[in-house]
């Protein structure tokens, strides 16, 4: 196993701030953690089997975090073969009906 991580954009205070990049078994799992568009989530997630994205919002640009729209921009350099969305507002629950994307949920199980 190959775990890579890559700092991503969180606040000031605290961190560090990381994604994380998991490679075993011929597979890659990549995970974006809280944080506003960096590049650094282009080779952390690149090609990723998996890439587990924060949405927080629909279009709307927070300090801190994804929105659905800046991180779409960067999909066709990204190129992850499934992508599921998390930690979205209530801005982002209340389209989960139209987002045409795999938004994760409790105690939900991926398989690769």
Do not use: C, Q
């Not at 190959?2 to 700092?7: E, L, Y």
């Not at 282009?42 to 800046?70: G, Q, T």
């Amino acid at each position: 196993m190959k775990v890579t991580s890559f700092p991503v954009v969180h606040g000031e205070s605290g961190g560090p701030f990381l994604a994380y990049r998991v490679e075993a078994e011929d597979r890659v799992i990549a995970y974006s953690a809280d944080t506003e568009w960096t590049e650094m989530l282009i080779p952390a997630a690149r090609d990723a089997d998996l890439f587990i994205a924060e949405a927080y919002y629909y279009d709307k640009v927070v300090k801190n975090h994804l929105s659905l729209k800046a991180l779409e921009v960067h999909l066709p350099e990204i190129k992850p073969k499934r992508l599921v969305l998390t930690h979205m507002s209530d801005d982002m629950l209340e389209r989960l009906d139209t987002l045409g994307y795999i938004t994760a949920n409790d105690g939900m199980m991926v398989e690769l």
